[in-house]
């Protein structure tokens, strides 16, 4: 249930800055298909890519995880 959850945010994350699935994928270095897998919640991010993943959208990795203040 959680990978469902870490996809959804960042998909999320992802259609509010206006970045396509391919462009994320590729500054990701991964597959289209790999991304799609981990939005769809079927595949885990390493912590390495949710870090650069919170890069590329301009977040933080805490916001990705669902982390609020003071937590």
């Known amino acids: 249930m959680e990978n469902i959850r870490w996809g959804r945010r960042i998909r999320s994350f992802r ?8 462009e994320l994928a590729k500054e990701l ?18 912590e390495e890519q949710l870090s650069e993943i919170a890069s ?3 977040i933080e990795v805490k916001e990705l995880k669902g982390i609020k203040e003071g937590e």
């Open 15 to 22: 259609k509010l800055k206006r970045v396509k699935q391919v």
């Open 29 to 46: 270095d991964i597959s289209v298909s790999i991304l799609g897998q981990i939005e769809q919640g079927k595949r885990v991010p390493s």
């Open 56 to 58: 590329i959208l301009g």
